[in-house]
T-cell receptor
Framework: EDQVTQSPEALRLQEGESSSLNCSYT??????LFWYRQDPGKGPEFLFT???AGEEKEKERLKATLTKKESFLHITAPKPEDSATYLC????????????FGKGTKLSVKP | EPEVTQTPSHQVTQMGQEVILRCVPI?????FYWYRQILGQKVEFLVS????????KSEIFDDQFSVERPDGSNFTLKIRSTKLEDSAMYFC?????????FGPGTRLLVL
């Protein structure tokens, strides 16, 4: 059965304290891995798509990387506004590909 | 910047009543989706829609659910006879290719 596991479930950082979030997946026919940010009561906001092992994408303080079984979201010198839940979602194929979301990592950045 | 919109933002209904959730996808997108998120749980795929028909649906999307694109801009999710366990946040998403963009959601509460 396809599975997505994100760790840690929650992460508290001080402003400026860098860290990484992990997403491990067992998905057959992967057609890309997506990272989203979700604020409370809001819809997921697209961050990155990664398609092949070794690929990296960056946006401001965030960098996403992909291996064959895992993806990492690195947060460098985070600010309080980076506080959110970060969701990992492999796209497993099907007729046009549908997302299997992990439970997410809830990040809190304290000033 | 184009975005997915959803109405209403909140809906309260009595068990057994029919509800229709509405979405306006991004205008040039071809693929449309519904997801739901029960409070405190992960985002779950319900159904995908392309070329005026359902492409794929999950086990959650049973006979009480239906989707429709009644005109060139709207995409709707109908729940025929709501149950208490249908209470959740419902997200519409649309895509041109693989990257799905989500709306802000409709919070449905079934009493």
């Amino acid at each position: 059965e396809d599975q997505v596991t994100q760790s840690p479930e929650a992460l508290r950082l001080q402003e400026g304290e860098s860290s990484s979030l992990n997403c491990s997946y067992t998905v057959s026919g992967l057609r890309g891995l997506f990272w989203y940010r979700q604020d409370p009561g809001k819809g997921p906001e697209f961050l990155f798509t990664l398609y092949s092992a070794g690929e990296e994408k960056e946006k401001e303080r965030l960098k996403a990387t992909l291996t064959k079984k895992e993806s990492f979201l690195h947060i460098t010198a985070p600010k309080p506004e980076d506080s959110a839940t970060y969701l990992c979602a492999p796209n497993y194929g099907g007729s046009q590909g549908n997302l299997i979301f992990g439970k997410g990592t809830k990040l809190s950045v304290k000033p | 910047e184009p975005e997915v919109t959803q109405t209403p933002s909140h809906q309260v209904t009595q068990m057994g009543q029919e509800v229709i959730l509405r979405c306006v996808p991004i205008s040039n997108h071809l693929y449309f989706y519904w997801y739901r998120q029960i409070l405190g749980q992960k985002v779950e795929f319900l159904v995908s829609f392309y070329n005026n028909e359902i492409s794929e649906k999950s086990e959650i999307f049973d006979d009480q659910f239906s989707v429709e694109r009644p005109d060139g801009s709207n995409f709707t999710l109908k729940i025929r006879s709501t149950k208490l366990e249908d209470s959740a946040m419902y997200f519409c998403a649309s895509s041109w290719k693989e990257t799905q963009y989500f709306g802000p959601g409709t919070r449905l509460l079934v009493l």
